[in-house]
């Protein structure tokens, strides 16, 4: 996720406070979701991590929604589709 700085010629108090869904909390920690990258992936001798920063509310611990679009299970098809079809490759291990 980028995180960028943003420069905005407002007022602070003239904007919006974010609250939590859940609580109407209105303050955030920042927290971290650790992944862990399979090093066949990540193309390094051994698993890498991946860190994701998120926003919390302080007080339920809920996840504040608007930072999670960065979060994403992976897709198999990112992965592209396999060289082989499944059934040829259980084949291939059975020998
Ligand atoms: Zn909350």
Redesign the pocket.
Known sequence: MEQRQLQINVNPQTLKNIA??????KLFEQKFIIKRVPKFLAGTPVDAILHIQVWV??????ILPDCLPAIKEPDPADFGPPSKPLSELRGELNK
Not at 20 to 25: G, L
Not at 57 to 62: L, V
Request: with cysteine; net charge negative; proline share 0%.
């Open positions: 939590c869904k859940e609580c109407e909390c509310c302080s007080n339920c611990k809920e």
